[in-house]
């Protein structure tokens, strides 16, 4: 079975960032996906603030999440702060709840 980027996405959303609740895409922690040859994903993206306690769980989670796709081989994850993530980065929902509109 062929994956396109939506599975990874997909994918993606069922991690939840235990400390406000929300997924990573809808935070809009997710940078960008994309598939190289031999299917490897390298996913990019950042987190809320350097310093991260739960960093390399969420690294782990994003793992684990892309590599359940049928079909993938292998997943990188590159963890970048440029540019850095601000709320308004997050989906429209997602700053309703938060109330910063």
């Known amino acids: 079975m062929a994956f396109d980027e939506k599975d990874i996405y997909d994918a993606i959303a069922t991690v939840i960032d235990p400390e406000v609740g929300f997924n990573l895409v809808e935070l809009g922690l997710i940078y960008g996906v994309k598939i190289e040859a031999n299917n490897h994903v390298v996913v990019t993206m950042t987190l809320s603030t350097p310093s991260c306690p739960l960093h390399e769980m969420l690294l ?7 590599m359940k ?4 081989e292998s997943v990188k ?3 970048v ?3 850095p993530w601000s ?10 709840k938060l109330g910063a509109l």
């Open 60 to 66: 782990n989670w994003v793992r684990e999440a892309v």
């Open 69 to 72: 796709v049928e079909g993938v």
């Open 81 to 83: 702060f440029d540019p």
């Open 77 to 79: 994850v590159d963890l």
């Open 87 to 96: 709320p308004d980065m997050a989906d429209e929902s997602v700053k309703k």
